[in-house]
């Protein structure tokens, strides 16, 4: 540790209530802005949801009127509540994020806060990118899948899918969700790695396990579906690779530095 790093942790040391009053500020400004983010998410929810019901309409072909039903006098307000709730947290994150960063930046070294920002920017990017594969591949193919069992105009029982608004939202915020926080495989795995926990060997011969647990997690965090599981499975393995790449960078780095350090 070099003397400037050492003045630049001692002049970010502060007193216990200080550090409270700083927790209590930054709670407070991340609650405001999901309370904002909440109130205008509510005034949009039907919008909203009428957006998240596009793959239901084109798994059924965009044919006829696409019908949902609530079987409680209560139930779609509290649906609205949900998607209120759901696109606040959707858009507070970057505030979220950088409270989350202004409260520890005082305590990282310089570099430390350097190597920090980029996984501010890839988190959202990477959530998105699941929610897109959720909305754009995974869920229509499922609700494909669904609809398939339909027994319309065979046999004397006519079985027909009308689905509920609440159980319809509940399916595809659970698929985001899952891609999503998947989809935090290689940040997760990076930031070990710098940390010195994980390394590329290591994920390499942990390789046949990581396809176990990806199927077994597809299982647990999506439908009972074979699309929806492989649709989360195998990006997962596919990040998993990606995630190995990126444990190799932030080693090469490291090497990089230290042989720079030893010849200084």
Sequence with gaps: MSDNEKDEIEESKAPLIEHLVELRSRLLKTVIAIAIAFLFCFYFASDIFNILVIPYERAVGGTHQVEMIFTAPQEYFFTQLKIALFGALFIAFPVIASQIYMFMAPGLYKHEREAFRPFLIATPILFLLGACLVFFVV???????????????????????????????????????????????????????????????????????????????????????????MGLALPTLLLYELSILSVKSVEKKRAERDAEEEAS
């Design 139 to 229: 869920m229509p193919l499922a609700m494909q899948f669904f609809l398939s069992m339909e027994q319309v105009g065979e046999g004397p029982v006519e079985i027909r899918h009308l689905p509920k608004v609440s159980e319809y939202l509940g399916l595809i915020m659970t698929l985001i969700f899952a891609f999503g926080l998947v989809f935090q495989l290689p940040v997760v795995l990076t930031l070990l790695a710098r940390a010195g926990i994980v390394d590329s060997a290591f994920l390499k011969s942990k390789r046949k396990y990581a396809v176990v647990v990806a199927f077994i997690m597809a299982a647990i965090l999506t439908p009972p579906d074979p699309i929806s599981q």
